[in-house]
């Protein structure tokens, strides 16, 4: 049988960064990539523990492979990232069709256990986390790409210990990469074709902030923003405590830098942030974000909120909907707080019924969907400038792009477009992406 591989991702971008990674591994051991499971000979799932939604998802996909295994038994599963770092071996026990899992520090190693796994039949579980010299030599790296945006690593791991956040135990401690390694796949990148960089870890605006001879991640972004052939630069994801005023003043001053962040707030209430430990008022956040306002009027921003988290009354959460209204939010990511195993709040008195959390949420999302819809009509008969990434999953010889705010744009367009940034005026806008048509550069207003 073909060595074919099927990879399902859940979850966050560094989730992504990491299949990318996987596939790059199983390429070096003749393993090729299939879009059906059927057609497999080895199936991985990278999990996401985040949230118990993502986590009753990921278990949820693996059962389906279940009756796969019992027609072939030659078939391999395994199972990688945050699930199986939090639970490890108790996996194989709860799962007997599974036999392999692998965690977050280990994605190095697959190939040698799939090898293990194939020639001897064994089950291999391997969630060890690595020393901080180990892991700065196996930070994700490319020099190429077919791509028109890319996602480059620059830190892992997470030291903020927010008491709802399994991060830190699924991830570890936190580790800055070197600048130069940074730069030199940026610069690598640039030269491939790649117009659009988006900077990733845990917490970037803390980047080097544990080394004394490291750049700060100001300075790092304005490194970025000298590569040439790189047009558009983002990062995410960011804590509001470790977002300097250098690093708000890089909005006004790099012109590669996108008129977008994603700012986790998570409550709108005092007495919840600190029971959350962000480290950060309502106050401080609201004045961060004046000062962001104010060096770039333009900028859109993005959040997550947790509704109901232990202890929250109605004043907590209406102080959470007077917060929304007065950020105004472009967009938000929002959940309902699930306790997770190991955390501080999964042991903090949860007395709120399910049914008023349910009640808040909604009233939260018919808000916000009010206010992200007030946002995006915004652009409805202006020209704004797309950067081309591909053909549109709309079909009819469309093209699609984002904005400098990250919306999708979909518009007519010929396929050697795409890497190119052209106006576009946007004649439609919706929940989740815009409608727009291409403008001839002679009817362009100088």
């Not at 993502?54 to 949820?60: D, L, M, N």
């Not at 401690?173 to 640039?190: F, K, N, Y």
Request: proline residues 4%.
């Amino acid at each position: 049988m073909k060595r074919t591989y099927y990879l399902e991702t859940f979850g966050c971008q560094m989730n992504v960064v990491d299949s990318e990674r996987i596939g790059e591994l199983l390429a070096t051991i003749g393993y090729q990539p299939v879009s059906q499971p059927d057609d497999a000979r080895l199936i991985l799932l990278n999990t996401c523990a985040v949230r118990d939604k993502a986590v009753r998802k990921a278990y949820g996909h693996l059962g389906r492979f279940k009756p796969l295994k019992e027609r072939n038994p030659e078939l391999i599963i395994g199972l990688g990232g945050c699930i199986a770092q939090q639970e490890g071996a108790e996996l194989l026990g709860n799962f007997p069709y599974l036999d392999l899992v692998f965690g977050t520090h280990n994605i190095h190693r697959l190939p040698e256990l799939v090898d293990e796994v194939e020639a001897n039949r064994v089950r291999c579980e391997e969630t060890e986390f690595l020393d901080r010299e180990t892991r700065l030599r196996l930070f994700p790296s490319r020099s190429d790409s077919d791509q028109v945006a890319r996602f480059v690593t620059v830190m892992q791991g997470c030291d903020n210990y927010c008491s709802y956040c399994v991060v830190p135990y699924v991830r570890g401690r936190e580790i800055s990469r070197p600048s130069g390694e940074v730069l030199t796949e940026v610069r690598a990148l640039a030269s491939s074709g790649v117009r659009e960089v988006t900077l990733i870890g845990q917490n970037v605006n803390s980047y080097g902030l544990r080394d004394a001879e490291e750049l700060s991640f100001a300075d790092l972004l304005e490194q970025v923003n000298r590569v040439d052939g790189i047009e558009r630069i983002r990062f995410t994801t960011s804590h509001p405590k470790d977002l300097s005023p250098q690093l708000i003043d890089c909005f006004g001053r790099l012109g590669k830098l996108c008129w977008h962040l994603h700012l986790p707030v998570q409550s709108g209430s005092n007495d919840i942030l600190r029971a959350m430990n962000r480290g950060y008022s309502r106050e401080h956040y609201l004045e961060i974000v004046r000062h962001l306002k104010e060096v770039c009027p333009q900028i859109r921003l993005s959040t997550d909120i947790i509704v109901g988290f232990p202890g929250e009354s109605d004043e907590d959460f209406n102080a959470t909907l007077d917060l929304l209204a007065q950020v105004c939010f472009a967009d938000i990511y929002s959940f309902i707080f699930s306790p997770r195993r190991g955390t501080a709040a999964a042991d903090l008195a949860d007395n709120t019924p399910a049914a008023i959390k349910q009640q808040r949420f909604d009233r939260m999302l018919k808000l916000q969907q009010e206010l992200s819809r007030q946002v995006w009509q915004q652009d409805v008969g202006q020209v704004c400038q797309v950067l081309v990434e591909g053909e549109s999953k709309q079909g009819a010889g469309q093209l699609f792009g984002r904005t400098t705010w990250g919306r999708i744009v979909n518009f007519a367009g010929e396929r050697s477009q795409v890497g190119q940034t052209v106006p576009v005026h946007i004649t439609r806008s919706f929940k989740n992406s815009q409608l727009g048509e291409l403008v001839c550069q002679d009817k362009l207003t100088p």
